[in-house]
T-cell receptor
Framework: EAGVAQSPRYKIIEKRQSVAFWCNPI?????LYWYQQILGQGPKLLIQ????????DSQLPKDRFSAERLKGVDSTLKIQPAKLEDSAVYLC?????????????FGPGTRLTVT | AQSVTQLGSHVSVSEGALVLLRCNYS??????LFWYVQYPNQGLQLLLK??????LVKGINGFEAEFKKSETSFHLTKPSAHMSDAAEYFC???????????FGTGTQLKVEL
């Protein structure tokens, strides 16, 4: 079974530029999550999708971050414009359904450096 | 609201020694508790989870954790550390609907010869 795929693995941009990350979840997984992991901290949920609908985006900085999952499969997270404090690893995860009994499977992450 | 506190951002043990990583949680509802491991440049992998079925939970790679409600703790242990256990370990809590995970700040485990 293929795992959660993310690209790119690494990205370096200057502040005020824009950037996009892509995630392809495990086949058949209805729920998709984007997490932000700042160095020295645990992952923080940015947004959760159930199929192509948003379940929770309470911690997404909506003035600069956006995410979509148009066909209920893969997803894109965008930052526009980037700030220095956005430097982090962005993790995508998926689960079969949203309930706690369903394990979240994580991708390898995209490491973003904003200079 | 839920939160977890991991005591000790860095833990160092000798190979063959007991591993003990501490996690205390706060939750307004009966919690589900998780331990994840993260190797360098990789995503998180689930080690074990507590879902109210049994207080002593066994996971992969010889790890186990015990849920203690009276102490609001879910400490991770392994009887004998191996060099391959060197990684960062995260405790997480989930409660209510949606499967939202709230992570601790992580504990970096170093295993020395």
């Amino acid at each position: 079974e293929a795992g959660v795929a993310q690209s790119p693995r690494y990205k370096i941009i200057e502040k005020r530029q824009s950037v996009a990350f892509w995630c392809n979840p495990i086949s058949g997984h209805a729920t998709l999550y984007w997490y932000q992991q700042i160095l020295g901290q645990g992952p923080k949920l940015l947004i959760q999708f159930q199929n192509n609908g948003v379940v929770d985006d309470s911690q997404l900085p909506k003035d600069r971050f956006s995410a979509e999952r148009l066909k209920g499969v893969d997803s894109t997270l965008k930052i526009q414009p980037a700030k220095l404090e956005d430097s982090a690893v962005y993790l995508c995860a998926s689960s079969f359904e949203p309930g706690q009994i369903y394990e979240q499977y994580f991708g390898p992450g995209t490491r973003l450096t904003v200079t | 609201a839920q939160s977890v506190t991991q005591l000790g951002s860095h833990v160092s043990v000798s190979e063959g020694a007991l591993v003990l990583l501490r996690c205390n949680y706060s939750s307004s509802v009966p919690p589900y508790l998780f331990w994840y491991v993260q190797y360098p440049n990789q995503g998180l992998q689930l080690l074990l989870k507590y879902t109210s079925a049994a207080t002593l939970v066994k996971g992969i790679n010889g790890f186990e954790a015990e849920f203690k409600k009276s102490e609001t703790s879910f400490h991770l242990t392994k009887p004998s550390a191996h060099m391959s256990d060197a990684a960062e370990y995260f405790c997480a809590v989930s409660g209510g609907g949606g499967n939202k995970l709230t992570f601790g700040t992580g504990t970096q485990l170093k295993v020395e010869l």
